[in-house]
Antibody
Framework: QVQLQESGPGLVKPSQTLSLTCTVS??????????WSWIRQPAGKGLEWIGR???????NYNPSLKSRVTISVDTSKNQFSLKLSSVTAADTAVYYC??????WGQGTLVTVSS | EIVLTQSPGTLSLSPGERATLSCRAS???????LAWYQQKPGQAPRLLIY???SRATGIPDRFSGSGSGTDFTLTISRLEPEDFAVYYC?????????FGPGTKVDIK
């Protein structure tokens, strides 16, 4: 069965770029017709969809984050990635990757602090 | 962008009682691409229902989903102790996915 695992730095400085990678195992990221998404959740708050990339490579982003977000896919590594630029403390959250609606990764905490 | 509203914000019930959670969309959700998730502290969300009414693998039949268009409902027929958690609806049928703000089901 397909499983997802997030990886990347747990601490990012303000104004820098947050970079995370999601590794897909148990299946090919390029097979089927799926949306691969990034979702985040600040501590004690709800879920926020960040964006998605389709199997074909087309992307859609949350309008509130669109100017700072880039999602890309590397089919040779069976991975997709998130880049969020110009981060502030408000971007501190648990970041999940998911093949909506399932499965999801376990999530990774990213803290923005100097 | 489709906005999802969930009600109530908090539902206080006792084990064995029935829980009815509502999710309303600002515009019609295409092809019933509406999902419900359960989340417990420190855990990733767990898919309960997809396509508005289909139970995900391994989900007990006390969980059921219904609705179409703009109004959807998650029903837990008899609450078990492990069901006290936060529940989110999500639409995944338009150009952007969105989540509702969540309903917390806590013990009365």
């Amino acid at each position: 069965q397909v499983q997802l695992q997030e990886s990347g730095p747990g601490l990012v400085k303000p104004s820098q770029t947050l970079s995370l990678t999601c590794t897909v195992s148990g299946g090919s990221i390029s097979s089927g017709s799926y949306y691969w998404s990034w979702i985040r959740q600040p501590a004690g708050k709800g879920l926020e969809w960040i964006g998605r990339i389709y199997t074909s490579g087309s992307t859609n982003y949350n309008p509130s984050l669109k100017s700072r977000v880039t999602i890309s896919v590397d089919t040779s590594k069976n991975q997709f990635s998130l880049k969020l630029s110009s981060v502030t403390a408000a971007d501190t959250a648990v970041y999940y990757c998911a093949r909506v609606p399932t499965p999801w990764g376990q999530g990774t905490l990213v803290t923005v602090s100097s | 962008e489709i906005v999802l509203t969930q009600s109530p914000g908090t539902l206080s019930l006792s084990p064995g009682e029935r829980a009815t959670l509502s999710c309303r969309a600002s515009q019609s959700v295409s092809s019933s691409y509406l999902a419900w998730y359960q989340q417990k502290p420190g855990q990733a969300p767990r898919l309960l229902i997809y396509g508005a009414s289909s139970r995900a693998t391994g989900i007990p039949d006390r969980f059921s989903g219904s609705g179409s268009g703009t109004d959807f409902t998650l029903t837990i027929s008899r609450l078990e102790p492990e069901d006290f958690a936060v529940y989110y609806c999500q639409q995944y049928g338009s150009s952007g996915f969105t989540f509702g703000p969540g309903t917390k089901v806590d013990i009365k």
